[in-house]
């Protein structure tokens, strides 16, 4: 039968079952038996994720990437490209027209993804940033530009208030460029996971609690999965991940993006400088990365800013994908790592 857990904390559900899994066991000569199949819901996106066991699907060397990332010729954010092939925003929109910090830019993203979008890269002097030199540095100076962007334009459009700043690194993550980039969405109307969020918040908010993610924080504060806090910003593995070796930060800088200041793009450039040398050590290579917004009632929800980064499967040419149909058709990850073996390996670092 399965053993259901559940931890109640501030409103928030942490609920663990054990699915025994039957299968033949290799040591008993293929005798059935029962392994532990741990299912977790998420308490804020409702989201499931099972922790198989025996299964070693994490790679065991890193991918040698200098084929893929070899410039070849042409690239809009390569030095010799991008003051020609990139193109500025209105002064009306984005006063900067092009958003500079020291070797970030932020430009308009020619394919719109939403009604105001944005690329940018981190380093506009080279093709390719390995991830073990995605420093505190860089991270902070192309954080600061769209951060930047996305104060803009909610200056320009008031409307446009739901905003996101996020990442694909190398193809597994969907990248179409290899000169390592991130972007920004700004809409009338939210992300589907950012509809989730703030309607959690919401509801949160009707049964007469607090603010949901602080709330979080707090309920996972002295447990196995908090990482550590830097400033404002509180950085945790989440209960039940929606990807590989996820990581979230809490920013508790203000209710929405356009209220996060130069401290607080430090904080989660300092965290993400560490998770990604993590990544490194671990031999993975590819990541996506969301930093949402709470939309227009983000303040009145009491809703904060949400940091969640995944790895990506890794860029080698046969490695399998991260995603099997569980992922991508159940909403559901099935994964070997735990967010206590996360959380505990980065506790080291912060
Ligand atoms: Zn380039």
């Not at 918040?201 to 979080?216: K, T």
């Not at 709470?294 to 040419?317: C, H, K, M």
Request: with cysteine; aromatic share 10%.
């Amino acid at each position: 039968m399965a053993e259901v857990t559940v931890r109640e904390v501030n409103g928030l559900r942490f609920e663990e079952r054990d699915l025994r899994g039957k299968v033949p066991v290799l040591a008993d000569g293929g005798a059935f038996g029962e392994i532990p199949l741990v299912r977790r819901v998420d308490p804020i996106f409702g989201t499931g994720v099972r922790f198989i066991s025996g299964a070693k699907i994490q790679p065991e060397s890193r991918a040698d990437v200098t084929e893929l990332t070899a410039s070849d010729g042409f690239c809009p954010f390569c030095p010799d490209f991008h003051e020609k092939y990139t193109f500025p925003f209105p002064a009306e929109m984005v006063p900067e027209g092009k958003i500079r910090r020291n070797r970030a830019l932020v430009v308009p993203n020619i394919i719109a993804y939403s009604t105001y979008s944005a690329v940018g890269v981190y380093d506009s002097t080279r093709h390719f940033v390995p991830m073990e030199e995605l420093d505190a540095n860089l991270l902070h100076d192309a954080l600061g530009a769209m951060l930047q962007f996305v104060r803009d334009i909610r200056s320009y459009d008031s409307r446009a208030s739901y905003s996101s700043i996020n990442a694909n690194y190398l193809p597994p993550s969907g990248s179409s460029l290899i000169h390592p980039h991130l972007q920004s969405s700004n809409d009338h109307v939210p992300l589907a996971s950012q509809a989730v969020l703030i309607e959690r918040a919401r509801r949160h908010r009707r049964e007469g609690r607090g603010l949901l993610l602080e709330d979080y924080v707090e309920a996972e504060r002295e447990g196995p999965r908090y990482i550590g806090r830097l400033g404002n910003a509180h950085f945790l593995a989440p209960f039940a991940p929606s990807g590989f070796r996820e990581v979230w930060a809490v920013l508790g800088g203000g209710a929405d993006l356009t209220d996060l200041g130069d401290e607080d793009a430090t904080a989660l450039a300092e965290g993400l400088a560490m998770v990604l040398a993590a990544y490194v050590d671990w031999n993975l290579g590819s990541f996506n990365f969301a930093l949402t917004g709470g939309g227009p009632e983000a303040a009145a929800l009491g809703l904060n800013p949400l940091f969640r980064i995944v790895a990506r499967s890794n860029p080698d040419p046969y490695y399998r994908s991260d995603v099997t149909y569980f992922e991508r058709l159940y909403g559901e990850l099935m994964v070997d790592i735990t967010p206590e073996e996360t959380a505990a390996e980065l506790r080291q670092r912060f």
